[in-house]
């Protein structure tokens, strides 16, 4: 609009309005207009000055704002480093209000046990997990896992779970019940916790099969047979060898099979100079109904081990080689999101005289507030011929709150 | 004769044994397994020839919720590629399997692992990444396929993760991809049409896995059945559920695979529709591709409403 004042075609309309508005213009007016001009080429001097201005803060914004960008940036850098790479992190709560007939009562603080996970660098991850408990606060496991070997192999090294059977490989608060099977305690030791290194090898068939071989210090958490904190000669190590297959019956149904076998040519320690070789044997099946449209809901799960113990033992007559079988057997239904049930059968003979056992009966229900938060009500009843504990005879109950923190998985093992 | 018919036996045994390693034609393709049926799907129109697609869901699990089965662990170890739709949708699941399959060419990282998520605008990202809020995924809610303009930039991802592994074949991929963009482009307008009375209608769904399908064709979500993403209702949650139906006049409730136990009780209480749609493609003959799959969708919540 200020400039179309200023222009010859401007003028002359201006020049026109004037005649046709006022013929009879004079001098004054003229001497007006001139002044007007001089405003409006004033004002037109001051809006370039200010359009010049304009340019050069909003120049100066946009240098100044990347600079804070920048500094915001490597300061968020800074902060989230140290932190970034740190590994997955959870913990585990488990306790449990319990009556024996024999024992009385008890609040049993059963664990609390960290995790942590995370890759190493392109060519391994590590694992492990920290478990406190009323008694002991331990190194359950911490294992260094190759992701990159050729040939299908994978190696793991450190304290781990070692390879053998199916719920050896769980830790307690994973199991669909409340305790570790007795027959499970008896003969492996609970969990089969070792120091070692293990290969795997994963068949290039169609379907799942996967062969293990291991050697450790020992093998099973509470074996006492074996000294794990000695150097000693290689027959008084463990060896270990597994196969492990899976089947999908059918879209719904499948069926897991295992076969371990763990040797130790000699368990002589100092405490025990008769001791002979020891053979560990395992045989595990779960079959699984899980109806894919369905598995929150619906799902049952019948899983069975059986395990057989051959190791010389002492006896008046001497040393005598003495082969103790036994197992457990338990089904676990889905009744819908937050609900399931089931029963455990467990056979535990005396590993020093296997006609000696310790049968049990527990049904359990389990109500999972969400997938973290899980409360279990078991009862069992112990048949005890053993006699080696007091405790592990007749009624029990529990009570058991299990709760997960942060990110928590075992993996593949404990699906 | 015996040795004649014992060589001929032989010859032909021996035959068929080379036949068998030499006649398939998949040993030359590029093996993909890929998370769900719709991204199985797009992998083979953009891979076509070139490619041998198998998905390791058959479309009717609830995807948080996938048993990890061993028999999918050869079928990752012999990948060499895996198409997975990312966003922590496969994290309860994958990566156990990924553990043991012993193939670090579709590790997360790597070339062959192509994460369909990629350029996705992220929705309902989680304010407090906390599990007082549930069952949260912090990177932001992964069904993202239901958009289907989504389903464009899913088509590009596995497109351009085709052709960073296999550089030779780019051409085959993108002239694939062109084709199949512009047939889901159709669609696309088809849809938009279509899809003109859900406009502002009010749904409850039963988890929170509707919201890119809400946002693109205009519905308003207004609650989930579920109390928090993986938390079942309490009976206090489901009587303000249906006050807030009444309210604000709900008309359809949205479940998949989950029990229809709670949307039937609040269709009951609140006169609102009930409508089972597919969260992943699969599932059904009228869900076997991607395109189909949202079809399906559409058409049955367009039915759904009109009941309403």
């Known amino acids: 609009m200020v400039l179309s004042l200023r222009g010859p ?15 009879k213009m004079s001098l004054a007016q003229n001497s007006e207009i001139e002044s007007i001009r001089a405003v409006v080429k004033n004002l037109e001097q001051q809006l370039q000055k200010a359009l010049q201005r304009i340019d050069q803060l909003e120049k100066e914004k946009a240098t100044s704002s990347t600079k804070i960008d920048q500094v915001e940036k490597s300061i968020r850098a800074s902060q989230s480093a140290p932190s970034a790479l740190n590994p997955a992190i959870g913990l585990v709560i488990d306790a449990t209000a319990e009556h024996r007939d024999k024992a009385g009562g008890d609040f049993n603080f059963r664990a609390a046990e960290l995790g942590i996970s995370a890759s190493i660098d392109p060519y391994a991850r590590a694992y ?6 009323r008694d002991e606060f331990e190194v359950e496991e911490a294992a260094m896992v190759t992701t990159s070997l050729p040939w299908n192999l994978q190696l793991r090294g450190g304290r781990f779970f070692a390879d053998f059977g199916r719920l050896a490989k769980f830790h307690p608060h994973e199991y669909a019940f409340v305790n570790t099977p007795l027959s499970l305690e008896r003969i492996v030791g609970g969990e089969s916790k070792a120091d070692g290194v293990e290969l795997s090898y994963l068949f290039p068939t169609p379907f799942f099969l996967r062969a293990t071989a291991g050697g450790y210090n020992k093998l099973g958490a509470e074996n006492e047979r074996l000294d794990d904190t000695k150097s000693r000669a290689w027959s008084r190590f463990t060896y270990l060898g597994r196969l492990h297959t899976y089947f999908d019956l059918a879209d719904n149904h499948s069926i897991e099979l295992g076969t371990s076998l763990a040797y130790t040519p000699s368990i002589r320690i100092p405490e025990e100079p008769h001791g002979g070789s020891r053979t560990l044997t395992g045989l595990d099946v779960t079959y699984r109904y899980q109806p894919l449209g369905s598995t929150l809901y619906q799902g049952f799960t019948l899983g069975g081990e059986l395990f057989g113990n051959s190791e010389r033992v002492e006896r008046e007559s001497g040393l005598r080689r003495m082969f103790a079988p036994g197992g457990y057997v338990y089904g676990e239904a889905k009744i819908n999101r937050e609900w399931a049930a089931g029963f455990l059968y467990d056979n535990a003979p005396s590993l020093a005289s296997p006609g000696k056992k310790t049968i049990g009966y527990s049904p359990f229900i389990t109500w999972y507030l969400s997938e973290f938060n899980r409360l279990r009500f078991q009862y069992s009843y112990l048949d005890d011929k053993v006699r080696e504990e007091r405790s592990e005879r ?17 993996g593949f093992r404990t699906r | 004769m015996n040795r004649i018919r014992r060589n001929v036996i032989l010859l032909a045994a021996v035959s068929a044994a080379v036949l068998g390693f030499a006649l398939p034609v998949s040993a030359q393709r590029i093996r993909v397994i890929t998370t769900t049926p719709e991204l199985a799907d797009m992998t083979k129109q953009i891979g076509k020839e070139w490619v041998e697609v198998e998905s390791l869901t058959k479309g009717v699990e609830f995807m948080h919720a996938v048993p990890v089965r061993p028999s999918f662990v050869p079928k990752l170890n012999r990948a060499d590629i895996l198409v997975e739709n990312g966003l922590d949708l496969e994290v309860s699941w994958l990566p156990a399997l990924l553990e043991v399959a012993n193939n670090s060419k579709i590790l997360p990282g790597q070339p062959g692992q192509i994460d369909c998520s990629v350029g996705i605008s992220v929705l309902d990202t989680a304010r407090i990444v906390d599990r007082s809020e549930g069952d ?10 239901l958009d289907p ?18 550089p030779q074949h780019r051409a085959v991929f ?12 159709k669609a696309i307008n088809r849809w938009q049409t279509m899809a003109a009375p859900l406009k502002d209608v009010k749904i409850v769904t039963y988890h929170q896995d509707w919201s890119y399908f809400a946002n693109r064709f205009g519905l308003h979500q207004i609650g989930t059945i579920e109390l928090k993403p993986g938390i079942e209702p309490t009976p206090n949650h489901l009587v303000s559920l249906v006050q807030k139906m009444q309210q604000e006049k709900a008309g359809v409730i949205i479940y998949g695979p989950q029990s229809d136990r709670y949307p039937r009780q609040l269709a009951s209480q609140t006169g609102a529709s009930v409508v089972r749609l597919q969260s992943t493609a699969g599932a059904l003959s009228e869900t076997d591709t991607y395109i189909k799959f949202i079809d399906y969708n559409l058409r049955s919540l367009l039915a759904a409403v009109k009941k309403s």
């Open chain 2, 136 to 145: 949260v995924h912090p990177k932001g809610n992964p069904h993202y396929g």
């Open chain 1, 9 to 23: 075609r401007s003028l002359a309309a201006w020049f026109i309005v004037a005649m046709f508005v006022s013929p």
């Open chain 1, 394 to 410: 007749g009624h029990q109950f529990f009570l058991q709150w299990t709760t997960v923190l942060g990110s928590h998985t075992h």
């Open chain 2, 149 to 166: 303009l989504n389903g464009k930039t899913m088509a590009r991802n596995i497109a351009a993760g085709l052709s960073r592994n296999y």
């Open chain 2, 174 to 185: 993108e002239k694939n991809l062109n084709a199949y963009l512009a047939e889901l482009d």
């Open chain 1, 128 to 133: 492990a997990f920290f478990t406190g408990s």
